[in-house]
């Protein structure tokens, strides 16, 4: 069984940076899909982006593209969210997930693993 565990959320500031991990415990998603996406409060999950683990540019969600980087370090398992200049609207709690296959998809069914969440709070 895959076990996603995000870290690194927290309250911010307004224009502050944070950087969300995922750990995946297993080692062999070189042909996967790994995937964030966040809930606000009363809102839908929605995709924030996603990239390959074999490598190539990640997939974002307009709101946050320019913003928001995804990267993999492959030797660690881990897939980052760098999040710069955020906003009251990125507060949420942020997923992890990982879809068993190397298409990139936005919906949230495509993805068969998901991480416990990470809180994220932007307020001043």
């Known amino acids: 069984q895959v076990q996603l565990v995000e870290s690194g959320g927290g309250l911010v500031q307004p224009g502050d940076s944070l950087r969300l991990s995922c750990a995946a415990s297993e080692r062999t998603f070189s042909r996967y899909v790994m995937g964030w996406f966040r809930q606000g409060p009363g809102k839908a999950r929605e995709f924030v982006g996603a990239i390959r683990w074999s490598g190539g540019s990640a997939v974002y969600a307009d709101s946050v593209k320019g913003r928001f980087t995804i990267s993999s370090d492959n030797a660690r398992n881990t897939v980052y969210l760098q999040m710069t200049n955020l906003k009251p609207e990125d507060t949420a709690v942020y997923y992890c997930?990982?879809?068993?296959?190397?298409?990139?998809?936005?919906?949230?069914?495509?993805?068969?693993?998901w991480g416990q969440g990470t809180q994220v709070t932007v307020s001043s």
């Open positions: 997930s990982l879809r068993v296959s190397t298409t990139v998809v936005r919906d949230p069914s495509g993805y068969a693993y």
